[in-house]
């Protein structure tokens, strides 16, 4: 997943820190990044096991303006606007040999 700089949080300002720290970089540039997509997971199961039933469940986030909050300007404010992505049940047969990739949601 590929995260834009416009998509990321604004940089606290100099106010933000004590009158000892060094003032802060304002005009910091951001690069455009790629976030982790993916997670592995081991464990054990019993021997007489034929098959696991899965069910992945997790957050895509997406900046953009908000429904209810307005800036000092009166345009929407920017938020973290959460989508709920998988919750789709699916069946993995236990079975000797390689396992395949498993697409669970796509986005």
């Known amino acids: 997943m590929q995260?834009?700089?416009?998509?990321?949080?604004?940089?606290?300002?100099?106010?933000?820190g004590s009158a000892e720290d060094e003032?802060?970089?304002?005009?910091?540039?951001?690069?455009?990044?790629?976030s982790p997509s993916s997670?592995?997971?081991s464990f054990c199961v019993d021997l007489?096991?034929?098959?696991?039933?899965?069910?992945?469940?997790?957050g895509h986030y997406k900046r953009e303006g908000s429904q209810v909050l307005k800036n000092q300007k009166g345009s929407p404010t920017k938020i973290w606007q959460r989508y709920q992505r998988g919750g789709v049940?699916?069946?993995?047969?236990?079975?000797?040999?390689?396992?395949l990739v498993e697409?669970?949601?796509?986005?």
């Not at 049940?89 to 396992?99: H, N, R, V």
């Open 89 to 99: 049940p699916k069946l993995l047969p236990l079975k000797e040999g390689s396992i």
């Open 48 to 58: 007489d096991a034929t098959s696991l039933l899965i069910t992945a469940r997790w």
């Open 3 to 16: 995260t834009v700089p416009e998509e990321l949080d604004e940089l606290a300002s100099s106010e933000d």
């Open 103 to 107: 697409y669970v949601d796509a986005m």
């Open 23 to 34: 003032p802060a970089d304002a005009d910091v540039a951001q690069k455009v990044t790629f």
């Open 39 to 41: 997670i592995g997971m």
